[in-house]
Nanobody, 121 residues
Framework: QVQLAESGGGLVQPGGSLRLSCAAS????????MGWYRQAPGKQRELVAS????????TYANSMKDRFTISKDTAKNTVYLQMNNLKPEDTAVYYC??????????????WGQGTQVTVSS
């Protein structure tokens, strides 16, 4: 019902920066929050950061809070992830996520296709 279009992934040098974008479109009813997850080879998918649509409250994984910043443009149904001081261990597929209440008893989770972030010299 909702499509998530991601962009901004790529190759970056250690210590460099990258900005990811994710725009939601389609049959949007009420997206409550959007965020980013990542999955490295052989590892479980983990939360990077999340932001609520209404109040802009943010949640970060502890290991990334000082380097990554999540922001949003509510009018555009878009969320961003600014990644600074990137390290090789940040290499992963990054997935955009949206949580929506289509009705009080009908929540839905949506995922983007994933965008590759590679940190290497």
């Amino acid at each position: 019902q909702v499509q998530l279009a991601e962009s901004g992934g790529g190759l970056v040098q250690p210590g460099g920066s990258l900005r990811l974008s994710c725009a939601a479109s389609g049959s949007i009813v009420h997206i409550m929050h959007m965020g980013w997850y990542r999955q490295a080879p052989g590892k479980q998918r983990e939360l990077v950061a999340s932001i609520t649509t209404s109040g802009g409250s943010t949640t970060y994984a502890n290991s990334m809070k000082d380097r990554f910043t999540i922001s949003k443009d509510t009018a555009k149904n878009t969320v961003y992830l600014q990644m600074n001081n990137l390290k090789p261990e940040d290499t992963a597929v990054y997935y955009c996520h949206a949580f929506e209440l289509r009705s009080p008893t009908n929540p839905a989770n949506y995922w983007g296709q994933g965008t590759q972030v590679t940190v290497s010299s």
